[in-house]
C-alpha cells in the first residue's frame, strides 16, 4: 500500500525549490491539492504548472512568510478556493551565521521572524479552519540547531527550538479536537548552500560523510516523504513529536575529534 493524501487541501510555504518543491510534487503525487507560496512568485508557480502538466491541482501565490497577512491570504486561498485546509505545511525558514555578540537586533527580529515567526503566522490563520472541520494535520520544519548547539547559529536554533516548544503546545491543545502537530529536523542537506560551505572546510567529503552513519548527505526527496507520511492517515497517532531525518547524526554521542 501507498500512503495517499487524497482528496487533501494542502498548504505549503517556501514552494518554488529545493525540499519544498519536493514536498509539493510529493503531496501532488500522493493526490492532495496543494495551494502553493514562495517569495519568488515565478518560481513557485512554474512548480505549480509542473504539477498541472502532471495532472494534478495545484495554486501558487507569492508569500513573503514574513508578513502575516500574505501568510493568512495563502492559508485563506486554501478554504476560498477548494472550500477546507486539511494539511498546513511550514516549510519556510533560514539562517544567518554569526557571532551571536555580533548580531544586530534588525538581524535578531529578522531570524526569528522568518522562522518561529512564519510558523505561527500560519498556525494562527490555519487553526480556527481546522477546529471548524473538527480535523486538521499541521508539519513544521526545524533544524538541528533546534535539538543542539551549533556555532554560529545561536538565533536561528532558539527560533527552532521555539517551533518545536509551539508544535508540542498545539498537539497538547488541540489534540482532542482532531488536529495533529509535528515537526521534521533535517540534517546535512545536499544543497547548493551547504555544498558551498562543506567546500569551504579542510578536509574531503568523504571526512564529513564518514561522520554520518548513512555515510551521505540527505536529499529534498528525504524530507519530501517524511512530511508526506506525517501528514496522512498513517501517522493518525503520532502527535506533537520531532522527526529527524539527518541520517542518523541526532543519535550520535557528540565527542572531540583527535
Not at 22 to 46: I, K, R
Not at 55 to 77: F, I, K, N, W, Y
Amino acid at each position: 500500500m501507498s500512503i495517499t493524501l487524497e482528496n487533501r487541501i494542502a498548504v505549503i510555504t517556501a514552494a518554488g525549490r529545493g525540499i519544498g518543491r519536493a514536498s509539493a510534487l510529493e503531496f501532488a503525487a500522493a493526490g492532495a491539492t496543494v495551494v502553493l507560496g514562495d517569495v519568488d512568485g515565478d518560481s513557485v508557480s512554474g512548480v505549480a504548472s509542473e504539477i498541472v502538466a502532471a495532472g494534478g491541482r495545484a495554486l501558487a501565490m507569492p508569500c513573503d512568510v514574513t508578513s502575516a497577512e500574505q501568510v493568512a491570504d495563502l492559508v485563506h486561498a486554501a478554504t476560498s478556493t477548494y472550500g477546507r485546509l486539511d494539511i498546513l505545511f511550514n516549510h519556510a525558514g533560514g539562517s544567518s551565521p554569526g557571532p551571536l555578540h555580533e548580531m544586530s537586533v534588525e538581524r535578531f527580529e529578522h531570524l526569528v521572524g522568518l522562522n518561529l515567526g512564519s510558523m505561527f503566522y500560519g498556525v494562527r490563520a490555519a487553526l480556527p479552519i481546522m477546529i471548524d472541520q473538527g480535523a486538521g494535520t499541521i508539519v513544521s520544519t526545524t533544524s538541528g540547531a533546534g535539538l543542539g548547539a551549533v556555532r554560529g547559529l545561536a538565533v536561528y536554533g532558539a527560533a527552532k527550538a521555539g517551533m518545536i516548544a509551539l508544535t508540542r503546545s498545539i498537539a497538547a491543545e488541540y489534540g482532542g479536537l482532531g488536529i495533529r502537530a509535528n515537526v521534521i529536523s533535517p540534517g546535512s542537506m545536499d544543497t547548493a548552500g551547504f555544498r558551498g560551505w562543506l567546500d569551504a572546510l579542510p578536509g574531503s567529503d568523504r571526512d564529513y560523510f564518514e561522520q554520518i552513519p548513512s555515510g551521505r548527505l540527505g536529499v529534498a526527496a528525504d524530507i519530501a516523504k517524511v512530511a508526506c507520511f506525517l501528514a496522512s492517515d498513517y501517522s493518525a497517532y503520532v502527535n506533537g513529536v520531532t522527526v529527524p531525518v539527518d541520517g542518523g547524526i541526532a543519535g550520535l554521542l557528540a565527542i572531540p575529534h583527535v
